[in-house]
T-cell receptor, first 116, second 115 residues
């Protein structure tokens, strides 16, 4: 069955520290997609990234980077030089080709607090 | 700019009342979804639709219904509100029918309290 696990419930760091949010997924499909969403204190869900299962290249966007490793079924998210504005709940999600009909299966989220 | 809007943003209702949460998107997306978000559970799928007159049950559909009479709207109805339905509700949409991998965009959420 499909599943997304974010083992870190809460993380607290001091501004300018690097922080990595872990995401481990389970799926039987060979074609699938992985996502990260950010939910700031205001409550909306902001799309950050989508990766497909055939593309294991790491991606960097400014201070954000993502490490996708099929061998360990992980899709980890790193924030470099964290800032207070990065404080939010971050969700990892999975969309399977056949199993979920295009719907997202979410992890339970990791709450990141960045202190000044 | 195209967008997805939910209303009301906040609502308090009494147990047993019927409640409808509206969702309207201007992207002309075929797929629309309703999720609920609860502490300890993350986001869970309630209902989804791949197009006009198409509706499907998600993981936690009991006590909820949807209808899709046009592309833009997918209202979520709580037939008889229960305290267990106190939650934050998110509407979402994506482009292609039944196709995985499309980015799903979310509305701002509707906070519902059932007392």
């Amino acid at each position: 069955a499909q599943k997304v696990t974010q083992a870190q419930t809460e993380i607290s760091v001091v501004e300018k520290e690097d922080v990595t949010l872990d995401c481990v997924y389970e799926t039987r499909d060979t074609t699938y997609y992985l996502f990260w969403y950010k939910q700031p204190p205001s409550g909306e869900l902001v799309f950050l990234i989508r990766r497909n299962s055939f593309d294991e290249q790491n991606e960097i966007s400014g201070r954000y980077s993502w490490n996708f490793q099929k061998s360990t079924s992980s899709f980890n998210f790193t924030i470099t030089a964290s800032q207070v504005v990065d404080s939010a709940v971050y969700f990892c999600a999975l969309s399977e080709r056949f199993g979920s009909q295009g719907n997202l299966i979410f992890g339970k989220g990791t709450k990141l607090s960045v202190k000044p | 700019d195209a967008e997805i809007t939910q209303s009301p943003r906040h609502k308090i209702t009494e147990t047993g009342r019927q409640v409808t949460l509206a969702c309207h998107q201007t992207w002309n997306h075929n797929n629309m979804f309703w999720y609920r978000q609860d502490l300890g559970h993350g986001l869970r799928l309630i209902h989804y639709s791949y197009g006009v007159h198409d509706t499907n049950k998600g993981e936690v559909s009991d006590g909820y219904s949807v209808s899709r009479s046009n592309t833009e709207d997918l209202p979520l109805t709580l037939e008889s509100a229960a305290s267990s339905q106190t939650s934050v509700y998110f509407c979402a949409s994506s482009e292609l029918r039944g196709t995985s991998g499309n980015t799903i965009y979310f509305g701002e959420g509707s906070w519902l309290t059932v007392v």
